[in-house]
């Protein structure tokens, strides 16, 4: 069965860095975008990167760009988040994403605290 299982996540100073990791089995990889999301204490879930199948083609919300970056190792079915200069509003639960067969699969998510 598919399964994603994020880790990563921690409680980090603002400015400091972190990079989340998912890992991914159960389907083929390789042949599939991954997107992370976040979703903050009383906020709607939101969609912070997506990275296409072959990992050149990336986008990110406005809020990270320049900050965060997504990136894949299909060799290894994991996803990354590396999360650069982290701001207070970055404070969320993140989850690693899939779309497969036009059914959305999650991973059970990873906290991330941003507080000095």
């Known amino acids: 069965q598919v399964q994603l299982v994020e880790s990563g996540g921690g409680l980090v100073q603002p400015g400091g860095s972190l990079r989340l990791s998912c890992a991914a089995s159960g389907f083929t990889f390789s042949m599939y975008y991954m997107r992370w999301y976040r979703q903050a204490p009383e906020k709607e879930r939101e969609l912070v990167a997506t990275i296409s199948n072959g990992g050149n083609s990336t986008n990110y919300a406005d809020s990270v760009k320049g900050r965060f970056t997504i990136s894949r190792d299909n060799a290894k079915s994991t996803v990354y988040l590396q999360m650069m200069n982290v701001k207070p509003e970055d404070t969320a639960v993140y989850y690693c994403?899939?779309?497969?067969?036009?059914?959305?699969?999650w991973g059970q998510g990873t906290q991330v605290t941003v507080s000095s």
């Open positions: 994403n899939v779309l497969l067969m036009r059914r959305v699969y």
